[in-house]
């Protein structure tokens, strides 16, 4: 099997294993959608486990974000990458040790704006590591939100640019992150709290007021997906945002998770 081959195999590999929301829309994406945006995710999601991880303190997890940021912002190399994640060798997941990988699996005419965007990613996430995730305004809620998942929202939009010259508007690409980052705040805020008492939740906000804030910012990424006319890309959009809402409603109906039966019925219709 060739070096490329294996890359391609392992990565496809990564992605069932890190996620449970996008990989079954990435794989419907054609070839060379399929690498860009997978390796946009396997980017991201490295840099997001150092940002959760149980065992870093904040300190550590800013300097290690901050660095890997400066890494990717003047041409990251396997070397480097190696070095510095040496010390942190048996604490940092595959996902995470393996970045240089993931680099390598982009298509190379569309890698500057997925390591960009990481990169902003990463300092976003070192300064709320700094701050301990204190969230006390919608305000600081939506700053938190933009790192984490509104910045995925306009690097896709670069993306979709890029192979298919789709325009997207990148405000309702930030939305469309938001709604599904506050979903995930609700549906892990059991887990949040206990892990160091991290409270997503602006002060004085009731479960009620992240439903809100949720579903407001999903109605953008519903809005975001109208310029995207068929194909792909738009069952791309629209498998994480029908799950987002699913979701939600299980939650309201006292649920912990959709069952894999769910999430599969409701990409069915999807793509049906």
């Not at 392992?10 to 390796?39: N, Q």
């Not at 407001?216 to 987002?244: Q, W």
């Amino acid at each position: 099997m060739s070096e490329n081959i294996r890359l391609h195999k392992d990565a496809i590999e990564m992605l069932k294993e890190t996620s449970r929301t996008f990989f079954i829309p990435i794989t419907y994406l054609s070839e060379g959608l399929k690498e860009a945006v997978g390796s946009a995710y396997l980017c991201m999601r490295a840099i997001d486990e150092i940002e959760d991880h149980p065992e870093l303190e904040k300190k550590a997890k800013a300097t290690l974000l901050r660095s890997v940021s400066s890494l990717l912002r003047k041409g990251v190399s396997k070397e480097e990458l190696a070095k510095l994640f040496a010390p942190y060798q048996n604490i940092l997941p595959e996902v995470t040790l393996r970045l240089a990988d993931w680099i390598e699996y982009c298509p190379k005419n569309v890698v500057d704006q997925v390591l960009d965007a990481t990169a902003i990613m990463g300092e976003g996430m070192a300064d709320w590591a700094l701050k301990d995730w204190e969230i006390k305004s919608e305000q600081d809620l939506d700053d938190y939100t933009y790192y984490v998942a509104g910045l995925v929202g306009v690097m896709l939009s670069d993306i979709w640019k890029w192979h298919s010259d789709i325009e997207t508007d990148k405000d309702l690409a930030i939305g469309f992150g938001r709604g599904l980052q506050s979903v995930n705040i609700l549906r892990n805020r059991s887990e949040d709290l206990q892990r160091g008492g991290i409270d997503f939740f602006p002060e004085g906000w009731e479960v009620a007021d992240m439903f809100a804030y949720a579903r407001r910012n999903l109605k953008l990424g519903e809005e975001y997906t109208k310029a995207i006319k068929s194909g792909p890309i738009l069952d791309f959009c629209k498998i994480p945002l029908a799950l987002a809402k699913a979701t939600l409603q299980a939650l309201e109906e006292g649920k912990e998770k959709m069952t894999r039966q769910d999430v599969n019925s409701v990409v069915n219709r999807v793509v049906e």
